[in-house]
């Protein structure tokens, strides 16, 4: 390796945070307390999600839904396949790992989450400690602060942010691995960096911004004057490169990426200093706190708050400058939460939220380096002892925001208090759209048909609460209002499969054949996996006589389903029957009793016997029909004789 690793280690740079008094030695043994408290109070506060379920938030793209990880040997289909337009293969891996054990059961799901949360936040424990050079107090508060902090609950207590609790394990550890290799200055310490850094890749694509905050690490270690401080970071700068274009392929796919020419210009440029206000000003003052923050309306003028956000970036730059020499962990921290918030700053706006609480789990390390710093100043003033009032400042802030992760981590118990929550904390149509959704799902459609339209009066752009609307419209038999909010979702987005799908089951049902076959085609080509394509333009098939497309596209829906339907299999022998391909017919009708016995298929098979001269079976079967509640005609039983 270079020697200018060794002249480095001659003439150490003087150390920011050295105190001008004596400070007390600390023992090796002694700070191990520290840590532990942390992981101990974080796993009591924690305990809510251990009672918690799924939510209808991407839980079931991820896992309920989602039939790749319902096996390990699906391996192929599992690291290679993005979800909601991310590529992190290794995090579906152990949810794969999860299912294998307790299937669906959400509990271990959240038991994993935690367990991981546990291990990052004794990383940020040691990798602090080492980055300061044996602060265990600076290290103890920033891990205390990381632990508790109810910002962190989404990245913990939602099942599918398992790839943000679990980059971000390799992500640490790979710092506090490059802080040996620059001790060391061993290849194999350099080699063990960057086979973490690609875990955290395949985790989660965020950690693309790894090698930049090595760079930080390199500026508070006073190496950005040495060149082979860049040469290192080729490695990490080709790799992130790739996964980049990678997730940006995934998302132009899943759609995710665009929306920008929603807003003028300015609005953007505001909407990046709105978010490095509000994670820092969520860090001080943690309250109201929900899982969804939207967009200004698009029609009104900004809030004050994001013309504000400007100043506040400015402020910050300013308190860069200011502390880049003679402060340099400030500026540090600085520097590491503005580089792990460069991802997530909507100047060009994804997705539907201008910030979400997930997007601060890393960031607010840099956040609380600040008062972990100041403690540490003060703690070393007392000559390494905690007074009085510094223990009563540790006690109270850590049971104020113990309390308010507990309470929390309760808003993830389930899919309804989740968007209760978000909707008595910051009203939107996304909150009142998933509410929605739940009502739906209970029955209860005058109450969802009420979230829906509370979304829409909000956002008229709302496309999932004009589908879903549209859809107790399409079961109430109101087709033409069904239509006119499908139309609409098509008019803001020519691609949306489900509109389009919807739609064309909604033209099946006014008679309008040619076009719901038109639209069922084009819902088919956008999304071949389509749920229930298939099975509606099969229906729509078998109504118009074109049984044999109608047994394709049944058979194509079982297959997209990963699973057999005995209603489905009726239906095809109902089209064999129809074509009077009674061997057919009768052959997957077996199949259906065998799978469900219900009386509806008994009654079905024993006219198939009957068709083919099988009097005593079709008695049989009639007879087996009628004692399970099916009702047969006594003409038909009459005829098959005593």
Not at 309 to 332: D, E, H, N, Q, V
Request: charge should be positive.
């Amino acid at each position: 390796m270079s020697k200018n690793y060794d002249k480095t280690k001659k003439k150490p740079a003087k150390a920011p945070l050295q105190s001008k008094k004596t400070v007390i030695p600390v023992k090796k043994s002694s700070f191990y307390w520290m840590p532990a408290i942390c992981v101990i109070l974080a796993f009591i506060i924690y305990t809510p999600v251990f009672k918690a379920g799924f939510v209808n938030w991407d839980d079931d793209d991820y896992v309920v839904k989602n039939y790749s990880i319902t096996s390990l040997g699906n391996f192929k289909e599992i690291v290679s396949q993005p979800v909601q337009g991310n590529y992190h293969p290794l995090t579906m891996l152990t949810l794969a790992a999860n299912y294998a054990i307790t299937g669906k059961n959400a509990g271990s799901y959240h038991i994993v989450n935690l367990l991981i949360h546990l291990l990052n936040i004794l990383l940020v424990f040691f990798f602090v400690k080492r980055l300061t050079g044996n602060k265990p107090w600076l290290a103890f508060i920033v891990a205390l602060l990381f632990a508790v902090h109810p910002l962190h609950v989404e990245s913990v207590g939602w099942v599918s942010e398992r790839k943000d609790v679990l980059f971000s394990f390799f992500f640490l550890a790979g710092l506090l691995q490059y802080l040996k290799f620059l001790e060391t200055n061993r290849i194999s310490k350099y080699l063990f960096v960057f086979g973490l850094f690609i875990l955290s890749l395949l985790s989660k694509p965020t950690a693309i911004i790894f090698p930049i905050v090595l760079l930080a690490i390199d500026y508070y270690k006073g190496r950005l004057n040495i060149s082979r401080t860049y040469y290192e970071k080729i490695p990490f700068v080709l790799l992130s490169l790739v996964l980049a274009l990678m997730t940006i392929h995934a998302q132009k796919l899943q759609g995710a990426v665009g929306g920008a020419d929603l807003f003028p210009v300015h609005f953007r440029f505001f909407f990046g200093f709105y978010g490095i206000m509000m994670y820092a000003a969520k860090a001080i003052w943690p309250f109201s706190l929900c899982t969804f923050y939207p967009f200004p309306a698009v029609n009104n003028a900004l809030p004050v708050a994001y013309f504000f956000s400007l100043l506040f970036g400015f402020a910050l730059f300013a308190a860069f400058i200011f502390t880049y020499r003679k402060y340099k962990l400030i500026a540090f921290g600085i520097l590491f939460y503005l580089v792990n918030l460069l991802l997530v700053l909507q100047f060009m706006p994804v997705g539907s939220a201008v910030i979400a609480d997930r997007y601060a789990y890393l960031p607010l390390i840099g956040v609380f380096l600040v008062p972990g710093y100041f403690f540490q100043q003060y703690i070393d003033a007392q000559k390494g002892k905690l007074p009085v009032a510094g223990m009563a400042i540790l006690v109270v802030t850590s049971v104020i925001l113990s309390a308010l992760t507990f309470k929390q981590s309760a808003t993830w118990k389930d899919s309804a208090s989740l968007w209760d929550n978000a909707i008595r904390v910051s009203p939107s149509s996304r909150a009142y759209s998933n509410r929605g959704l739940i009502y739906k799902r209970e029955n209860n459609y005058d109450k969802a048909l009420e979230m829906y339209n509370n979304a829409i009066k909000l956002n008229k752009i709302e496309k999932e609460a004009l589908i879903n609307r549209g859809n107790i419209y399409f079961n109430r038999k109101q087709f033409e209002l069904a239509i006119t909010d499908y139309n609409m979702v098509i008019s803001l987005d020519s691609v949306n499969q489900k509109a389009i799908e919807n739609r064309g089951s909604a033209y099946g049902a006014l008679g309008k054949y040619e076009r719901a076959i038109s639209d069922l085609n084009k819902a088919i080509q956008l999304n071949p996996k389509t749920e229930n394509g298939y099975a509606n333009r099969a229906v729509l098939f078998q109504t118009i006589n074109r049984h044999p497309e109608a047994i394709a596209d049944f058979y194509r829906h079982m297959e997209v389903n990963h699973q057999q339907s005995a209603d489905i299999l009726n239906s095809i022998a109902i089209s064999y029957l129809r074509q009077k391909d009674f061997k057919n017919a009768l052959k997957v009708l077996t199949q259906t009793i065998d799978l469900d016995p219900q009386g509806i298929y008994y009654r079905n098979r024993a006219l198939v016997y009957g068709e083919l001269g099988r009097r005593a079976e079709a008695k049989a079967d009639a007879l087996k029909a009628q004692s399970l509640g099916t009702i047969i005609d006594p003409k038909f039983l009459n005829s098959l004789g005593k």
